[in-house]
């Protein structure tokens, strides 16, 4: 009981030192917790959803990973449709015709679809949707000109009952009126729902009237399901997939559940990012608070105090602060939650948040987190506090000693350093992509490790060089500052190694992205001849949508492109399933492949085809051999090898092409895939007139994206942008505690050094002079974290480059605007961290200064 009241009072008299600690304790725990609730919120929301839906039992067909994708999905015959009504324990049975690849634009060529990526639904209406939908406005559809639309859809679009829809699906388009408007039950997590009648959806949306994608049975009273599903399978065979409620929602739920958790073990390694980072921040607090109380600890062991009593109370003032932080970051991640709800939901993703899901086991792991951590972080210290003799504490004049690397620390961190290095050399000289990212992964936790170890070691050199570029400038204050800085090599290390892990990670990405932007714009440079490009998003091009494009002016030609699904027999008795690029001829103009035999034009000839090296030479395949190419779901093809091409590409990597005539001649009309990219190329000259044809060609179909080349590296950056940018805000949270860090070393370093600080005012340093040392002890100190920061950052990023090599992506390029911004913005962090403590630093009284024991 003595430890823990003593533990207690130093706790609340040193309750402002430890704010800041309890603060990035709270941030860590709050990222923890809040990446929970919300990835069990967004999977409870599917689990409703899917519950919803689910039927007694679900007849569909088999899953197809060969199947060509005609932009229709996998059907089961209509026929099916009596026998199953016959079959016993069969209440009821409600025939399924639903399309995720169809798009929608309303009178003013507006898209309806989903700004969130998510699909445009088009589904039959029958009586099983009621369970899942309330219809609050007008009725159902009756009819091949009426459709109802979700309310979320209908709110976002602003349409209303009467409005009129353009859809395009892959059978063609088709244009409805709006009749009736429904309400989900349970919450849309962000797709467009579409419902028309059984014999609009049938042969609108899957091309025709003798098939649906599935069935939805009812059991009868007293069946189960397993009874059920049993009595299905005996009655129509083992052609079809059958399920049961459960199976149908495990189903779902494990298509979904993988998303979820990309997301969610993404979200935590920030967090743990940032929990690396708060473990400096509670170490560094921890050894100066067990600095400062030298004396009183000496004191209490005079009294009778044990090592083992010193260092439990230390401990228990650990323990306190991770209660109290890890508390404050549950509530803080529940918060946190909601308002990554919120942001989904201004995305286009609807989650409600009165469904917010908080499980038991959240708190929990968040406290248990929180304070395990933080026990840790302090045990270090706890053993140095126990160690202090009480002579030694008696001795002690209240300013602790100057902390120095030793010999030992410094030998193994350039050990391991000098590993890593290795590592990161042998990783990027690596010819495999496997055995590379092996060694990038060691070579970046070996330097990582080796310079926080060796950090102490650096500060006494590194700061000694910024100090002569930076801090001269200033005279005397600055070399002050640049003393103080010195002073304490271990802090100093310490606290700019909780700034070095977050920028670290900032440069190795920002490396990466700028390399993968510049390699991907070099190929679109050296392989993309087309002008423009034409994309359909989610869905693919619908006939009106070829024939739209075809119709422009100014077009020299027009190149469609799909791709195939082909069994290849080759010459070694080997039978492979490979996607071959099924396109027009001038497809060999728009996308300027290099080949190492042949040309690659010729793959477009009748009955021809190309490969690539790596796989010619794996199956023993040689310019002019002819190959028995059977199409799924057609006919087989004799096609000569007319081509080979390079693998050391970007785009198409890998690639096999064939004419797009030849692919028709050997599938049906209705197993012909659809059109999936198109190219056009303009007449020479005419390259303006062409794009506002196109334009103007394409003004219904809105959801059509056409862009020239211009545009396309546009795309392609600002989809590395985007993605870097959420990175680098997640990362920000490891970064502002990596901030409070530096103001905690420095709060509690004015207070070390508060008769020091005394004396120097007496002497004459006035108020403005002692709080710009302050600053710039401050600045250095961010700047030392950020030089070691970035120059491992771009260690990483070239190695990880290099491995990109392997995939095509051959230059490495170093964002200095970038590098230079982060570089001079430490500058900026390090003079906000001083603000108070600068402020703290001025404002004391000169003889009370002095006067401080």
């Known amino acids: 009981m003595t430890v823990l009241r003593t533990s207690l009072r130093n706790f ?75 079959v016993e324990g069969v209440a009821k049975v409600e025939p399924q015709a639903t399309n995720q690849q169809i798009s929608a634009t309303d009178a003013r060529h507006k898209s309806i679809g989903p700004a969130s990526g998510a699909p445009t639904v088009g589904t039959n209406w029958d009586e099983s949707q009621k369970k ?22 209908a709110d976002k679009h602003g349409l209303k009952l009467g409005d009129t829809l353009h859809v395009s699906a892959a059978p063609g388009d088709f244009t409805v009126r709006i009749t009736g408007l429904v309400t989900y ?41 397993e009874q059920l599903k049993k009595n299905v399978t005996a009655a129509i065979g083992t052609d079809y997939t059958v399920h049961t409620a459960a199976e149908s929602k495990a189903e779902n739920k494990k298509d979904v559940g993988s998303f979820l958790d990309v997301m969610k073990y993404a979200l935590l390694g920030f967090a743990g990012i940032a929990l690396l980072v708060g473990i400096f921040l509670i170490v560094n607090t921890f050894s100066m608070l067990v600095a400062q109380r030298t004396r009183e600890i000496g004191l209490m062991r005079a009294i009778g105090s044990s090592r083992k009593q010193v260092n439990r109370s230390v401990l228990v003032e650990a323990l306190l602060l991770g209660v109290v932080g890890s508390v404050l970051g549950i509530g803080g991640g529940i918060a946190l939650a ?16 009165s469904e917010l899901t908080v499980k038991a086991t959240t708190p929990a792991v968040g406290l248990a987190i929180g304070v395990i951590v933080t026990v840790l972080a ?68 070996l330097t990582l490790i080796g310079f926080v170890v060796v ?12 100090s002569f570029v930076v801090l001269r400038l200033f005279g005397p204050v600055g070399r002050l500052a640049e003393r103080n800085a010195l002073r304490n090599p271990r802090r100093t290390g310490g606290t700019a190694s909780a700034l070095m892990i977050g920028l670290a990670l900032v440069a190795a990405l920002s490396v990466v992205g700028s390399s993968m932007v510049a390699s991907a714009t070099d190929q679109l440079d050296r392989s993309v001849g087309a002008d423009f490009i034409l994309e359909g998003g989610n869905a693919p091009f619908s006939p009106a949508m070829v024939k739209a494009v075809k119709s422009a002016d100014h077009l020299a030609h027009v190149t469609e492109n799909t791709d195939v699904s082909a069994k290849i027999t080759t010459p070694d008795g080997k039978t492979a399933t490979e996607r071959l690029t099924a396109a027009s001829p001038t497809y060999a103009q728009d996308l300027r492949i290099e080949t190492v035999r042949g040309e690659l034009a010729d793959a477009y000839a009748k009955d021809a085809m190309s490969v690539p090296e790596g796989w010619a030479k794996d199956h023993g395949v040689s310019l002019g051999d002819r190959l028995t190419v059977t199409m799924v779901d057609g006919r087989a ?8 091409t390079t693998d050391d590409t970007t785009f198409d990597k890998g690639a096999m092409y064939t004419d797009i005539a030849t692919a028709r001649r050997y599938l049906p009309a209705d197993k012909m895939p659809a059109v999936g990219m198109m190219f056009a190329k303009a007449e020479d000259g005419r390259a303006d007139e062409a794009a506002a044809s196109l334009k103007a060609a394409l003004t219904a179909y809105p959801q059509i994206e056409v862009r020239d080349q211009a545009d396309y590296k546009d795309l392609i950056k600002g989809q590395v942008d985007q993605l870097l940018n959420m990175i680098y805000g997640l990362l920000a949270l490891a970064i502002i505690v990596a901030v409070l860090g530096v103001v905690n070393t420095l709060a509690l370093s004015v207070v070390e050094r508060t008769r020091e600080i005394g004396l120097m005012r007496a002497i004459g340093l006035s108020r403005r002079q002692m709080r710009r040392m302050i600053r710039l002890e401050s600045v250095v100190i961010a700047l030392f974290g950020a030089l070691l920061g970035l120059g491992l ?6 190695t990880a480059q290099k491995l990109l090599a392997l995939q095509g992506l051959g230059i490495l390029e170093i964002p200095w605007p970038t590098i230079t911004a982060v570089f001079l913005g430490s500058a900026l962090v390090g003079l906000f961290a001083a603000l108070v403590p600068a402020f703290r630093a001025g404002r004391m009284n000169v003889l009370d200064a002095i006067a401080t024991d």
């Not at 950052?793 to 070239?798: I, L, Q, V």
């Open 378 to 445: 302090a045990y270090l210290p706890a053993r140095r506090a126990g160690k202090i003799s009480p002579m030694a504490a008696l001795r002690d004049a209240g300013t602790p000693a100057d902390a120095k690397a030793g010999k030992v620390r410094a030998a193994v961190g350039l050990l391991l350093t000098a590993a890593g290095a290795a590592a990161l050399l042998a990783g990027g000289a690596a010819g495999k992509a496997s055995s590379g990212s092996l060694l990038l992964a060691l070579g970046v936790l």
């Open 12 to 86: 609340v008299a040193h309750k402002g030192r430890m704010a800041l600690s309890a603060v990035a304790v709270l941030l860590s725990v709050a990222f923890v917790c809040g990446t929970l609730v919300f990835t069990d919120t967004m999977t409870a929301t599917f689990d409703k959803l899917f519950a919803s839906l689910a039927s007694d039992v679900s007849v569909s067909a088999q899953k197809n990973d060969d199947a060509q994708q005609t932009g229709t999905p996998q059907t089961v015959p209509a026929s099916l449709n009596d026998r199953l009504g016959k």
């Open 455 to 466: 950090g102490p070691l650096l500060a006494s050199v590194v700061v000694r060089g910024l």
């Open 338 to 353: 909601v308002g990554l709800m919120k942001l989904m939901g201004s995305l286009g993703m609807e989650l409600d948040t």
């Open 793 to 798: 950052g771009m260690a990483w990023g070239a």
């Open 185 to 225: 039950r349970t919450t849309n997590p962000g797709a467009a729902l579409l419902y028309f009648d059984t014999a609009t959806a049938q042969t609108k949306l899957l091309g025709t009237a003798t098939a649906y994608t599935g069935y939805a049975l009812t059991a009868a009273d007293g069946v189960s399901d």
């Open 637 to 644: 093809a004799r096609l000569k090898v007319n081509a080979i």
């Open 132 to 153: 899942t939908v309330d219809i609050t406005g007008g009725h159902e559809p009756r009819g091949p000109t009426e459709v109802a639309v979700d309310t979320d859809t």
